[in-house]
């Protein structure tokens, strides 16, 4: 089992940057792929990046490829997103899962109901 906290969030310009992380418990950090999920107010939950357990692959939304980049450090047990060049549409509450399944080849898992564990979620507003 592991346990996800995020944290980064905040209030910020359009054009402006911020950089979340998801701290994560336990000892099996490296044996789980991550994910970054966010939900705006009324909307589902939806799809923003994934990484592969090495960190060796990553995947992104349409939506914000070119502007967010994810990585993990297997060390520290964190998972990092950043977002630059962000728009008041990113403006979501942001959420870290991690999934238990090995991801073989190019596979990699963007619905939510396909990850284990879930941190409670940090807010993002961008401002116009």
């Known amino acids: 089992q592991v346990q996800l906290v995020e944290s980064g969030g905040g209030l910020v310009q359009a054009g402006g940057s911020l950089r979340l992380s998801c701290a994560a418990s336990g000892r099996t950090f490296s044996q789980y792929a991550m994910g970054w999920f966010r939900q705006a107010l009324g909307k589902e939950r939806e799809f923003v990046a994934a990484?592969?357990?090495?960190?060796?692959?990553?995947y992104y939304a349409d939506s914000v490829k070119g502007r967010f980049t994810i990585s993990r450090d297997n060390a520290k047990n964190i998972v990092y997103l950043q977002m630059n060049s962000l728009k008041p549409e990113d403006t979501a509450v942001y959420y870290c899962a991690a999934d238990s399944r090995y991801w073989r080849g190019s596979y990699y898992s963007s619905e939510p109901d396909e990850y284990d564990y879930w941190g409670q979620g940090t807010q993002v507003t961008v401002s116009s």
């Open positions: 990484i592969s357990r090495s960190g060796g692959t990553t």
